[in-house]
């Protein structure tokens, strides 16, 4: 591994900050200098424009005086007064050569492992035991993924916590139902085609009967609410009925883990049963610090700054009138976990947006309570939800929710069709595997291409397309170049060499400066928590290596030694690239399509 490097642009802007304090007064050469790409040069730097009229002066001289501290910088190659007052700057070939060789030497591509001293405690995915997956998992899941693999490339130690929801009463109805049912067989059953648990799959449907006759029938419900009791207090037959029923779950979740291709794993439940016995002790230290108070014999939080209809507080439902603990208290349990047990130093929860209150009274109450301080950062990563393709809720064409393993099948039959009419010579097999993975990377893509926070449209054929910004187009563009490198060695030319004496032309540069951009898009992807940051990179990077193909031919006879090393050498290093940031997505970057 050799050194790595800080992206050019930091470089750029640490050489206009230079200028800035030889030509400035201190309080404004503290400015920023405000860098961006351009597209009349290289970068662009909109310093004189935002500080002109502070400093009462034109801001085409400013831009001026600041250019001529420029000037002498060595591996600028120019530097331009534009416009009302920009700075436009171009560097020199041999700079950016002379980056991608640093970038293609190390195996890290020259991205530092710069949250090395972070501890991430990711909880995300989060499904409910004897429910089988469906649509709204998917985000949480997928985004989650993505940010620990992100953080994780990054330095930092992650900590991935899958929150199944398996305790409470819910689970006292159907094991009451299945113990009266004995008829009502749901074990063993083989995995269907979609590759759900048919075991899991019965048990939906089993705990719906449940909570009809629930709700219809007094006497079940009394017997329902004693077997929770039975649950909480440890009876022999209701745990052993509870245990088999979450193992069963688990075995289902992780089969639609392996199929996602996501890094979640049984070791990485964390349930809620797991924090249950800790929930009396967490209202008893609320309690001592004064932060619960009575309310109409139930046990709450209240909020200066969060209050409902008529300006009324809103209370935080810690522990009810009858003992019981709402969610609440399960979700401090968490946050004291992870910071004293697991040592958290970034708490990151990849949870349904319309959950942003509720986060936002935990986090508060947890600061209260002296859990959550000033070292530690805790999130919500909100998420948006999915639409159908036509832009409403996804829904079944009856109405119900939608399997997440039922839109797995739809992607890969529509992938399995669009691989075969691109390339009808790939054996049975060779079609399904890569119609697999084709269309996962599809599901991924689309999800993680839109910002967490906005809703999405669920669109198969738009999904598979090898056109547009999708994430069969970024495979397709890796297998290219991979093809590429094959017939280069196969004639004797190698993987390619950069030569820093040459002349880059337009599409070269363009696709060097996009090459150069990886550190810096990582590092924002991972401080905002957007890995569609990275995703609309590689979207970028793609078109410019297609755009640079098309206009530089590189394995054409006529092509200069130098110059085909050169283009090879950008070749392998889009290569990759495109190969380390679809791996950061969960995308395979696949060698044929």
């Given amino acids: 591994m050799v050194e790595q490097v800080r992206p050019l642009a930091s470089d750029v802007e640490a050489a206009v900050r230079a200028a800035m304090e030889a030509v400035l007064p201190p309080e404004a050469a503290a400015a920023d200098p405000l860098i961006r790409r351009s597209e009349h040069a290289d970068y662009q730097a909109n310093v004189a424009l935002s500080l002109a009229k502070r400093m009462k002066s034109n801001p085409r001289e400013l831009a001026g005086t600041l250019r001529d501290q420029l000037t002498d910088v060595a591996w600028i190659e120019a530097v331009e007064v534009s416009g009302p007052g920009f ?21 890290r591509l020259g991205v530092p492992q710069s949250q090395a001293a972070e501890t991430a405690v990711i909880d995300y995915s989060g499904p409910n035991v004897a429910k089988e997956m469906h649509v709204g998992h998917l985000r949480s899941t997928l985004i989650g993924d993505a940010l620990a693999r992100i953080l994780g490339f990054l330095g930092a130690r992650v900590v991935r916590q899958n929150h199944v929801g398996d305790w409470g009463t819910q689970f006292g109805m159907l094991i009451q139902y299945l113990l009266e049912h004995p008829e009502a067989a ?15 799959s019965a048990l939906d449907v089993l705990y719906r009967t449940a909570r009809s006759e ?10 329902a609410q004693r077997r929770v009791v039975a649950l909480q207090t440890g009876d022999e037959e209701t745990v052993a009925a509870w245990q088999e029923i979450v193992a069963e779950s688990e075995k289902a979740f992780q089969r639609i883990y392996e199929r996602l291709g996501v890094l979640l794993t049984q070791d990485d439940v964390m349930g809620e049963s797991f924090y249950n016995p800790w929930l009396q002790e967490i209202a008893d230290e609320l309690r001592e610090k004064g932060v619960l108070e009575d309310s109409e014999g139930a046990k709450v939080v209240f909020f200066d700054d969060i209050r409902g209809p008529e300006d009324k507080p809103v209370p935080m439902l810690v522990q009810k009138s009858d003992g019981g603990f709402g969610y609440a208290a399960t979700d401090l349990a968490t946050i004291r976990h992870s910071i004293r047990t697991l040592d958290g130093t970034r708490l990151v929860y990849v949870v349904d947006a319309r959950q942003s209150q509720h986060f936002d009274m935990v986090f508060q109450a947890a600061r209260r309570a002296g859990w959550l301080t000033d070292d530690v950062q805790a999130v919500h990563a909100a998420n948006g939800t999915i639409n159908g393709p036509d832009g409403k809720p996804f829904k079944t064409r009856a ?19 669009v691989i075969a009419e691109k390339d009808p010579d790939l054996s049975p097999e060779e079609l399904e595997n890569v119609a697999h993975s084709a269309s996962i990377g599809a599901v991924k893509y689309a999800e993680l291409s839109t910002s967490r ?4 449209s669920f669109d198969v054929t738009r999904m598979v397309s090898f056109n547009g910004q999708t994430g069969v187009y970024l495979q397709y563009t890796h297998t290219r170049i991979a093809s590429i490198l094959r017939r280069a060695q196969e004639a004797g030319h190698g993987r390619g060499t950069f030569h820093r004496d040459l002349a880059l032309l337009p599409a070269e540069r363009e696709l060097a400066l996009a090459l150069d951009e990886f550190t810096a898009v990582l590092v924002a992807a991972a401080q905002t928590l957007e890995p569609h940051q990275l995703a609309n990179y590689l979207y970028t990077l793609a078109k410019a290596f297609t755009t640079f193909y098309e206009s530089c031919p590189v394995l054409k006879a006529d092509v200069p030694t130098d110059v085909r090393d050169n283009r090879l050498a950008l070749c392998d290093l889009t290569r990759s690239t495109l190969a380390r940031g679809l791996k950061l997505l969960g995308i395979a970057a696949l060698e044929r399509m």
């Fill in 453 to 456: 926070t906005k809703d999405y």
């Fill in 87 to 107: 700075l436009n700057i171009t560097l020199s070939d041999t700079a950016l050569l002379d980056r991608l060789t640093t970038r293609a030497n190390d195996d």
């Fill in 399 to 417: 109405g119900g929710t939608v399997r997440l393993a039922d839109l797995l099948d739809d992607a890969l039959a529509r992938a399995r069709e």
């Fill in 186 to 200: 749901w074990r063993d059953r083989d995995v269907d085609s979609s590759e759900t648990a048919g075991a899991v």
């Fill in 214 to 223: 629930f709700d219809a029938d007094a006497a079940f419900k009394e017997r």
